[in-house]
């Protein structure tokens, strides 16, 4: 079995700063893709950013230029700075994480979700 467990959420006021990390443990041979997701009430889950195993990253238009993911392999970690916060960054942000349990099986693992509020 595999947990993700987020941290970093809060509330900050509009132009501010965030970093949220998303820890992964278990039965992990290793880890393909890490990624950030959000949803925002009455919203679908979107995806925010994601970071192959090489480093390889993807952002969503929204956010691009004020996030930057960035993982850690050795701690099975990644990372999610987030600068000149919106009130539309509102939202519970998820992580995601595929990972090889055993070589050729892979399984998609979720965080519980941490809560980020961007006043105005």
């Known amino acids: 079995q595999v947990q993700l467990v987020e941290s970093g959420g809060g509330l900050v006021q509009a132009g501010g700063s965030l970093r949220l990390s998303c820890a992964a443990s278990?039965?992990?041979?290793?880890?393909?893709?890490m990624g950030w997701f959000r949803q925002a009430p009455g919203k679908q889950r979107e995806l925010v950013a994601r970071i192959l195993s090489g480093s390889t990253t993807n952002y969503a238009d929204s956010v691009k230029g004020r996030f930057t993911i960035s993982r850690d392999n050795a701690k099975n970690t990644a990372y999610l700075q987030m600068n000149s916060l919106k009130p539309e960054d509102t939202a519970v942000y998820y992580c995601?994480?595929?990972?090889?349990?055993?070589?050729?099986?892979?399984?998609?693992?979720w965080g519980q979700g941490t809560q980020v509020t961007v006043s105005s």
């Open positions: 995601n994480a595929q990972v090889v349990v055993v070589a050729g099986v892979v399984y998609d693992y």
């Open positions: 278990g039965s992990i041979f290793n880890i393909r893709t």
